[in-house]
Every structure is written in structure tokens, then in C-alpha cells.
């Protein structure tokens, strides 16, 4: 085997082990923030408002990270949830959803919305208060926040004083493509059959 082949199939398998780690990473830190959404929802008598179909990805069918809360709102719906609100969080207010009155759980759906001010100005608006918002975002440094099919934002959810601060920022079509042709090119190299001698 050559040495840019062994060397593509080295980084190529670097790449699937980071991007492997960092969906377990996800899938603890979605887990860990449901669970402080629910607590923080029990504790102040309030619902627990679910952005975002449970079900939606690809690799959440396979195993739940979260549930449903006391209500889903999600652009199709939920089918596994008993109470659905079909909406757009970009378009509120919310039918059926006061203001401040909820703890709301959003995981790795701000990535995916075209408004992300008024998916926020929603968010803070069913919550009343930071401190009853639980985001989870996809780590802004993967492949998978970069190239996820209809992805059009990346950043960070950092939390202060119990208070999280979601800091986004576009995906352009120039990283996507430079991302794209960089994992073209490893797997040329990587898997291109060796010519005839």
C-alpha cells in the first residue's frame, strides 16, 4: 500500500473515530439536559416544552435520548408524542403556549431553522427566564454540523451562573464544499484502485 493511501485511510479513520466520540458526546449531553429541563419543570410546577421531534434523526430512532415532555412542537409533528403542536418556532407565537410559562428543552434544532433570532425571541418567550432554557447544539467543529443535511448554523451553548448563552453562526456554502472536496479527495486516495501493471 502506498504512503498517501495508508496515510488518507489513517486520517479517514481518525475522522470516523472523532466524529463517532463526539455523537456519544451529544447524545450524554442531551440526556444529562433533559433531565435538568424535567427536574427544573417538576420544581416550578411549569410543562416541559420539547423543540424538535425526539425521533428526527437519523440516529435517534435507533436509541432516545430524550423524551417527549409534556408537549412537542415540531414543524411535521411527533408521532410518538401524545401531545403535538405542529408549529414553526420561527413563526410565533406558538398556538397554546403562554408566555413564560414553560421549561423548554431544544436539542440540535437551532442549527436547522432560517430565523434563528425569532427561533430564540420564541424560545425566551414560552420560558420567561434563561435559566428554564436546556440547549444542546451539535459541537460547531464536526463534520456532522458542517455537512448535515439542511444544517445552516453552528455554535455553541456555554452556561454561566445556571444561565445558557447560545453563540451561532452561519454555514456558508463555501465551507461546505471546501469540507466536501477535502473528504472527496481522502477517499480517492484512500480507496482508488490500484492500475494494472
Not at 403542536?85 to 434544532?109: E, K, M, N, Q, W
Amino acid at each position: 500500500m502506498s504512503l498517501p493511501k495508508l496515510a488518507a485511510r489513517v486520517v479517514l479513520g481518525y475522522v470516523g473515530l472523532v466524529e463517532g466520540t463526539a455523537a456519544l458526546i451529544r447524545f450524554r449531553e442531551r440526556t444529562a439536559a433533559f433531565h435538568a429541563a424535567v427536574e427544573r419543570a417538576a420544581a416550578l410546577g411549569r410543562r416541559l416544552v420539547v423543540i424538535g421531534d425526539p425521533d428526527a434523526g437519523m440516529h435517534t430512532r435507533l436509541l432516545r435520548a430524550y423524551g417527549c415532555g409534556d408537549v412537542c412542537v415540531d414543524l411535521n409533528g411527533c408521532p410518538k408524542c401524545p401531545v403535538t403542536v405542529v408549529a414553526d418556532i420561527t413563526r410565533g407565537p406558538i398556538p397554546d403556549l403562554a408566555d413564560d410559562s414553560a421549561v423548554v428543552f431544544v436539542s440540535c434544532v437551532l442549527e436547522y431553522v432560517g430565523d434563528l433570532d425569532a427561533a430564540l425571541r420564541e424560545i425566551a418567550r414560552i420560558a420567561g427566564s434563561p435559566d428554564n432554557v436546556f440547549v444542546v447544539n451539535v459541537q460547531p467543529w464536526t463534520l456532522t454540523a458542517r455537512l448535515y443535511p439542511g444544517a445552516r448554523w453552528r455554535g455553541t451553548v456555554s452556561s454561566s451562573d445556571g444561565v445558557q448563552t447560545v453563540a451561532m453562526r452561519p454555514v456558508g456554502l463555501d465551507e461546505k464544499l471546501l469540507v466536501t472536496g477535502a473528504l472527496g479527495l481522502a477517499l480517492a486516495t484512500a480507496f482508488w484502485p490500484r492500475g494494472r501493471r
